[in-house]
């Protein structure tokens, strides 16, 4: 058994079972990665997948009960890796971190600023996507972090850790009857239509289910996965906008931006990464600048502990810092 067998069986389960991605992922040839599992399956005296064909449609009974074990193996691998490398070129390595639109533009600009200046030799990596892909490419060890709200917590095999609190602005154009109001209510914002983020995105669940406590339907005409596109139709007249506060930009005179979170709860950004996983120095050091709260030992004690209540329980949410004074921190810092 090789290790290179195990990648080739890893990317194929991946790929929904197509071989041909697999091989493109992989820079290999489709060919190569057939006779691999091939190989495999003969050695270990099992089908790993069933076929019609050449063509492979699910996997077999035999081929679950390794999979687990292949994917810990391969975490396993990367691991040794990553702590032999802090031996020999401590200085050098890659932080890959994958986010949402709003995060990648609004939050981590200063932090990998910081980051850089401090670990020049380091590669910095940002994928962007929605939530739920994001965390599952932390939660195979695809990437070494995650960066968002909403789904995070789905993914068993991640650490969450709280970065900052955040809540909702409504934007509207200048002249807009809200400008007008001494306080909207969640009333108000059912009688217009809402421009919003994508289910999935930014903090949308905790909305929806802000309205539905209050017996209210929503009118979402329209959704968006940037910021700037929902202000962009807003300025259309298409209806209200409600984003979040980090992406407001107060030096837009044709809007007026209104802090909504005497109507929605607070939501939490938080970092995840897969609990097996070896962290480097550098990575605690990034894990630090974001979630600046915590020292360096906390977050080593936190990404420890595989439990969920007991990690809640060890955190001093008290301290969680809320958007505006993390920006107000980090402008002071730089």
């Known amino acids: 058994m090789k290790l290179q067998q195990l990648r080739f069986l890893d990317a194929v389960v991946r790929n929904n079972l ?19 599992i091939k190989l495999l399956e003969d050695e270990l005296d099992i089908q790993i997948f069933e076929r019609s064909g050449k063509k492979l449609t699910s996997i077999s009974p035999a081929g679950q009960a390794i999979l687990e074990h292949v994917t810990n193996l391969l975490n396993c691998s990367k691991n040794i890796k990553q702590a032999a490398r802090e031996f020999s070129k401590s200085n050098r390595g890659s932080l890959t971190i994958a986010t949402t639109h709003t995060q990648a533009q609004f939050i981590l600009p200063p932090i ?31 990437v070494d972090f995650v960066i968002a709200s909403e789904v995070i917590d789905e993914q068993g095999e991640l650490v969450t850790i709280p970065a900052y609190s955040w809540n909702r602005y409504i934007v509207v154009p200048a002249d807009h009857e809200f400008t007008r109001k001494s306080e909207i ?5 059912a009688e217009h239509p809402i421009l919003t983020y994508m289910l999935g995105l930014t903090g949308r669940s905790q909305l929806d289910k802000t309205f539905q406590a209050a017996n209210l339907e929503p009118k979402v005409a329209f959704t968006a996965t940037d910021s700037d596109v929902i202000k962009t139709y807003v300025r259309l007249g298409l209806g209200a906008g409600i984003i979040a506060e980090m992406a407001c930009n107060m030096d837009d005179s044709d809007l007026q931006y209104i ?3 005497h109507l929605f709860p607070d939501s939490l950004i938080k970092v995840g990464f897969r609990h097996s996983r070896h962290i480097s120095a550098f990575q605690f050091e990034f894990l630090h600048m974001l979630a600046p709260y915590l020292g360096i030992d906390a977050i080593k004690q936190l990404a420890k502990t595989r439990g969920r209540d007991e990690r ?8 969680i810092p809320s958007y505006k004074s993390m920006q107000a921190a980090l402008l002071q810092d730089n």
């Open 112 to 142: 990998l600023q910081r980051f850089s200046t401090k670990f020049p030799q380091i590669e910095l990596r940002v994928h962007q996507g929605n939530p739920k892909s994001m965390s599952k490419l932390a939660a195979n060890n695809q």
């Open 18 to 36: 197509n071989v041909s991605a697999a091989a493109e992922e992989l820079y290999t040839s489709q060919p190569g990665v057939s006779h691999q």
């Open 312 to 319: 809640q329980s060890m955190l001093p949410a008290d301290k």
């Open 185 to 189: 209510t969640l009333a108000d914002l």
């Open 259 to 261: 802090d909504a979170s």
